[in-house]
């Protein structure tokens, strides 16, 4: 005799809820007995501890911030990572200490962007053992995108432009050199053009370039289950591989962040 299927959980009537229509539960597998190894862990490789700096916005001595590579729905989504291979339960004291500095000090340079209401602070770790803290932007008066459902909203909305993307990144990359550390953002380069020429070229842009499909948080290789995986993660880019422009490296790079300051920063804007 099957198990009667649990009825749709209130949820799914909240006004976050992004989904409408005819819904219907899955039947719950079976639990396996062994769990597979995350990346990172037994003998598969981890994708962090093989990232290069350069595919990072920010790195310090103990820490490192990514994005993703190419602008979703939501005005930022970043991770934190941690250099050493530990986990969350793993961390010694040194380290779980910085952790909530860090996570305060990313969360205030985020929501420091125009038209940032919250961060959402996030983690799940079922795809990489390799410690990552996800940061999400929830929209200034986007009521709907409130609450749990935030990072499905993400592959959902519209991506929004490169441009503004690149110079979110690169202002909360000079807000954390503040304390420390290597800014690796660039804003992006401005294009000066005749005026006569602007709307032949975009014309010309928008028949010529392709839709791209937008990556997001539930589609990140460090989230999506082993076995859900399609294919082994690739090697991420770096978030300013775009740019027109290498970025100069700072005259302190390699330098150990600065002591751990109570005070908010003052804003920094990125040059344009």
């Avoid at 007995?33 to 981890?46: I, K, Y």
């Avoid at 700096?53 to 920010?58: G, L, M, V």
């Avoid at 911030?65 to 961390?91: C, F």
């Amino acid at each position: 005799m099957q198990d009667t299927p649990p009825s749709v959980p209130d949820f799914t009537q909240w006004p976050s809820f992004p989904f409408e229509g005819d819904l219907h539960v899955k039947q719950l597998d079976e639990p396996v007995p062994v769990e597979p190894p995350r990346r990172g862990e037994g003998h598969r490789e981890c994708t962090a501890c093989n990232a290069p700096d350069e595919a990072y916005i920010w790195v310090g001595e103990r820490w490192r911030v990514r994005a993703m590579d190419r602008p979703t729905g939501l005005p930022m989504v970043l991770i934190l990572e941690s250099r050493s291979h530990l986990d969350l339960g793993d961390l010694p004291n040194l380290l779980a200490a910085e952790l909530g500095v860090m996570t305060v000090r990313l969360e205030r340079a985020i929501r420091s962007l125009d038209g940032v209401a919250r961060v959402h602070v996030n983690r799940w770790g079922d795809g990489s053992a390799h410690l990552h803290m996800w940061f999400l932007a929830r929209p200034y008066g986007r009521l709907q995108l409130r609450g749990t459902f935030l990072s499905l909203w993400d592959s959902i909305l519209p991506p929004i432009s490169e441009a503004q993307w690149r110079e979110n990144l690169a202002m909360v990359a000079a807000w954390l050199a503040e304390f420390g550390g290597r800014p690796l953002a660039e804003p992006p380069r401005i294009q000066w053009q005749a005026p006569s020429s602007l709307a032949a070229q975009s014309a010309g842009e928008a028949a010529a370039e392709p839709e791209e499909e937008t990556a997001s948080v539930i589609e990140a290789a460090d989230e999506i289950p082993e076995a859900e995986a399609a294919e082994p993660p690739a090697t991420q880019e770096p978030a300013n591989a775009g740019s027109a422009e290498k970025p100069e490296e700072p005259a302190r790079a390699g330098a150990a962040e600065k002591p751990e300051e109570a005070e908010e920063p003052r804003q920094t804007q990125a040059p344009r």
